[in-house]
């Protein structure tokens, strides 16, 4: 499903009297010394420093809370039993630990519902980010927001165990497939871009969608992330096949998924902190391994 930051230039002023900025200096000497420590600031890409990030000083959609989106219904394995609130399944964790990074406990984060075609679209936002297996392209960041990528994804494709392209090996041998994928991803690119299916691909609204497409042979496969191809192929399918896995890069850099903000949010350089700090302590891999460590299993399909 699935490049830089917007940068706060500095204001620039003429220079004063040199006697005026001797007293100046003074003074700010003095001011420096008896001053406390000032908070930590966020940073943007280009090095200019933005806003605190001290919990205080954030810039919130409400005060006192941290706003988190996602789609409903949130399937496993981003989140468990459709209950973003559980702290269970990846994104929820990555969406906990963001926000104890950002000074806010588990109590002070508030969910709330944005379909996945809505949360890109140009506007103000009522979230603080949104957190939705959210592919990270050039296209989307016109109008939005993305923060540093927190998961790279591969694409995977699922049939049915019956199916003749069951043993396919290679992305040459699906070309013949009626492949089906949801509506506003990234998978459609990729399969278009990578596979070259001989007939349209079909487009369906939710993943559920998919799968009954699927059971219901209107489709021969589906594609989507590698996470959730494991979870539909153990959890929804009794005769599920996952044939194998595929990057898809848009023809830039692989692809990753970012939470999302307002476009020119204020928060935006406080969150790349903050994925940076679990990156830099291993939390991020944790979580990763935990919750999405058989996505690594499928095999590579060539081309």
């Excluded at 871009?193 to 497409?213: G, H, L, Q």
């Amino acid at each position: 499903m699935n490049e830089g930051k917007y940068p706060v230039s500095p204001l620039s002023s003429r220079g004063r009297a040199l006697a005026v900025l001797g007293t100046a200096a003074a003074v700010a000497l003095v001011a420096s010394a008896c001053a406390p420590k000032s908070d930590a600031t966020s940073t943007t890409a280009s090095g200019s420093a933005t806003a605190s990030c001290a919990t205080g000083s954030l810039a919130l959609y409400k005060k006192g809370q941290l706003t988190v989106a996602t789609d409903s219904p949130a399937y496993s394995p981003w989140f468990q039993n459709n209950d973003p609130a559980n702290g269970e399944g990846f994104e929820s964790a990555v969406a906990y630990a963001v926000a104890q990074e950002l000074g806010f406990s588990k109590s002070q984060v508030k969910w709330v519902v944005e379909s996945f075609d809505d949360s890109y679209a140009p506007g103000n936002k009522d979230f603080d980010f949104d957190i939705n297996e959210i592919s990270i392209t050039a296209q989307r960041a016109k109008a939005v927001d993305f923060s540093t990528g927190y998961y790279d994804a591969n694409q995977g494709v699922l049939t049915l165990s019956s199916s003749k392209y069951a043993n396919a090996t290679s992305l040459a041998q699906l070309k013949g497939a009626k492949i089906g994928v949801q509506v506003s991803t990234t998978s459609y690119e990729a399969v278009e871009d990578e596979i070259k299916p001989s007939s349209s691909v079909s487009v369906y609204n939710t993943t559920a969608d998919e799968v009954n497409a699927l059971t219901d042979h209107q489709v021969d496969a589906i594609v989507t992330d590698m996470p959730t191809v494991f979870y539909l192929a153990s959890a929804e399918l009794t005769n599920g096949k996952i044939v194998g896995q595929f990057s898809y890069d848009g023809g830039s850099s692989p692809e990753e998924f970012g939470l999302l903000l307002q476009k020119d949010s204020g928060l935006t350089g406080c969150v790349d902190q903050a994925i940076a700090k679990l990156k830099a302590s291993g939390e991020l891999a944790s979580i990763t391994k935990k919750w999405l460590a058989d996505a690594a299993d499928a095999p590579e399909l060539s081309q």
